[in-house]
């Protein structure tokens, strides 16, 4: 938001009114010196903000691995970010450089709402990133069927609107601003109270809360699958190196399993039949559906085996080894029984499911780097925020306009950081970005 919450400090704290010529034939209000540095430091600023969040777009719309619903959220965080590197921070620089308004009430006013409707939008945007990696985390298999393109595009509509609606309150009267605006006029925020506490919440304070509460449970979540699957994967092993010892018999027509426990014992409550000849094999442990309830549970073992259906053929992506059985003919030239396979996973590699290993290797990448981000966002945006709200309520508090100006454009640095972290901390990202750039060059 722009650094105008401050027009009584400026006021009457430290900007005299002394002015200094520029090479530009214009009077500024800080040394030529001082206005460059900060020209040169400010526009590197939109620039990298411009370049950054150009670069996000065009990976998530280019490059496949990208192209998922997720990622719309952030391109509308792109396109927050971008708003505000083309719509706010020019006019703030030339805003301190000059040390009033020169561009008339009517321009102030929409310049004031752009900033806080996109400045409101960028971290409502980091808001519902941080909702939507908690409910894939938490609750992956449910959230998976309902994260759909209509959903995803609602919430982000959700979050532009509820922006415009915190933002817009000063221009229907809601304000302290004065009816006139001469030569000397600074353009500031509203410092009525209401207002303030209103907008500070919906802006900052409430995400800020959802987002730490989400972030918190994220974490909780990420640690305690890394330890199921940790145990999980130890289970894996014994059971492994520990098989106990299965019958299958197979019956013309039928057939049945008989569990036998190393000491000798059925395990099953299925019935041996009488036939004239039977296949037995001694397997590993199967799945719990193909047992009674005095069978293996899932959570005592590990799949190791497969049974299809008799007349299906097995699927998927373990190595199969059939055992045929040749039934004897029934008088009218029919045989009573057929061929049948078992699959079973080789016995020089225990089981892994490498699909949920690598799924929540990402998760738990993502939370890593929605916790980097929410660090970043609060350090660049708290310092604003808490000098926003307690201002209007100090009559005595003083703040210098260079002390202003510093934590306003902090915030504003929160824009061009965020394409910096996705680059950093996600492979996808980084490798669309180096192919737009070898593009481009």
């Given at each position: 938001?722009?650094?105008?919450?401050?027009?009584?400090?400026?006021?009457?704290?430290?900007?005299?009114?002394?002015?200094y010529d520029s090479i530009l034939g214009i009077q500024i209000a800080i040394p030529e010196w001082e206005a460059t540095i900060a020209a040169i430091i400010l526009s590197l600023i939109i620039v990298s903000t411009l370049v950054g969040n150009i670069l996000v777009i065009l990976s998530i719309f280019t490059h496949k691995p990208l192209r998922t619903v997720q990622n719309y959220f952030l391109v509308s965080l792109a396109v927050?970010?971008?708003?505000?590197?083309?719509?706010?921070?020019?006019?703030?620089?030339?805003?301190?450089?000059?040390?009033?308004?020169?561009?008339?009430?009517?321009?102030?006013?929409?310049?004031?709402?752009?900033?806080?409707?996109?400045?409101?939008?960028?971290?409502?945007?980091?808001?519902?990133?941080?909702?939507?990696?908690?409910?894939?985390?938490?609750?992956?298999?449910?959230?998976?069927?309902?994260?759909?393109?209509?959903?995803?595009?609602?919430?982000?509509?959700?979050?532009?609107?509820?922006?415009?609606?915190?933002?817009?309150?000063?221009?229907?009267?809601?304000?302290?601003?004065?009816?006139?605006?001469?030569?000397?006029?600074?353009?500031?925020?509203?410092?009525?109270?209401?207002?303030?506490?209103?907008?500070?919440?919906?802006?900052?304070?409430?995400?800020?809360?959802?987002?730490?509460?989400?972030?918190?449970?994220?974490?909780?979540?990420?640690?305690?699958?890394?330890?199921?699957?940790?145990?999980?994967?130890?289970?894996?092993?014994?059971?492994?190196?520990?098989?106990?010892?299965?019958?299958?018999?197979?019956?013309?027509?039928?057939?049945?399993?008989?569990?036998?426990?190393?000491?000798?014992?059925?395990?099953?409550?299925?019935?041996?039949?009488?036939?004239?000849?039977?296949?037995?094999?001694?397997?590993?442990?199967?799945?719990?559906?193909?047992?009674?309830?005095?069978?293996?549970?899932?959570?005592?073992?590990?799949?190791?085996?497969?049974?299809?259906?008799?007349?299906?053929?097995?699927?998927?992506?373990?190595?199969?080894?059939?055992?045929?059985?040749?039934?004897?003919?029934?008088?009218?030239?029919?045989?009573?029984?057929?061929?049948?396979?078992?699959?079973?996973?080789?016995?020089?590699?225990?089981?892994?499911?490498?699909?949920?290993?690598?799924?929540?290797?990402?998760?738990?990448?993502?939370?890593?780097?929605?916790?980097?981000?929410?660090?970043?966002?609060?350090?660049?945006?708290?310092?604003?925020?808490?000098?926003?709200?307690?201002?209007?309520?100090?009559?005595?508090?003083?703040?210098?306009?260079?002390?202003?100006?510093?934590?306003?454009?902090?915030?504003?640095?929160?824009?061009?950081?965020?394409?910096?972290?996705?680059?950093?901390?996600?492979?996808?990202?980084?490798?669309?970005?180096?192919?737009?750039?070898?593009?481009?060059?």
């Amino acid at each position: 938001m722009a650094g105008g919450k401050t027009e009584n400090s400026i006021k009457n704290c430290s900007l005299s009114n002394i002015t200094y010529d520029s090479i530009l034939g214009i009077q500024i209000a800080i040394p030529e010196w001082e206005a460059t540095i900060a020209a040169i430091i400010l526009s590197l600023i939109i620039v990298s903000t411009l370049v950054g969040n150009i670069l996000v777009i065009l990976s998530i719309f280019t490059h496949k691995p990208l192209r998922t619903v997720q990622n719309y959220f952030l391109v509308s965080l792109a396109v927050a970010d971008l708003t505000v590197a083309v719509l706010v921070m020019p006019l703030n620089i030339a805003n301190l450089i000059i040390g009033h308004w020169d561009f008339g009430i009517f321009l102030c006013k929409m310049w004031l709402t752009c900033d806080i409707l996109c400045c409101t939008a960028s971290i409502l945007n980091l808001c519902a990133i941080a909702l939507d990696r908690y409910w894939a985390i938490t609750d992956p298999l449910n959230y998976a069927q309902k994260r759909t393109l209509g959903r995803v595009l609602w919430m982000i509509g959700g979050v532009w609107v509820l922006s415009a609606i915190i933002s817009s309150p000063p221009l229907v009267g809601w304000n302290d601003w004065s009816a006139t605006f001469d030569s000397n006029a600074q353009c500031e925020l509203t410092k009525e109270q209401g207002y303030v506490v209103y907008s500070s919440l919906g802006s900052f304070y409430i995400p800020l809360f959802i987002m730490t509460i989400v972030y918190v449970e994220i974490f909780i979540a990420t640690k305690r699958r890394l330890k199921e699957r940790a145990r999980a994967s130890k289970l894996s092993i014994v059971k492994y190196n520990r098989p106990q010892n299965i019958q299958l018999e197979l019956e013309s027509g039928n057939s049945d399993v008989i569990q036998e426990n190393p000491d000798g014992e059925n395990a099953g409550n299925g019935k041996r039949r009488n036939s004239k000849k039977g296949i037995f094999s001694s397997l590993g442990s199967f799945r719990e559906k193909y047992f009674k309830k005095r069978s293996i549970s899932i959570e005592e073992s590990i799949t190791d085996v497969e049974i299809p259906p008799l007349n299906q053929t097995p699927t998927g992506n373990v190595a199969t080894t059939p055992l045929e059985s040749s039934s004897p003919k029934s008088p009218n030239g029919t045989e009573k029984g057929g061929n049948s396979s078992l699959k079973r996973r080789p016995r020089n590699k225990p089981p892994v499911d490498m699909g949920k290993r690598i799924s929540l290797s990402k998760e738990r990448r993502a939370a890593r780097t929605l916790g980097i981000i929410m660090g970043v966002f609060m350090v660049c945006w708290l310092p604003f925020f808490l000098h926003y709200v307690i201002e209007p309520f100090c009559d005595s508090c003083c703040s210098t306009p260079r002390l202003v100006y510093f934590i306003t454009w902090l915030g504003y640095v929160n824009s061009a950081l965020n394409p910096v972290i996705y680059t950093i901390f996600n492979l996808d990202f980084r490798r669309a970005f180096k192919k737009l750039l070898r593009i481009s060059s």
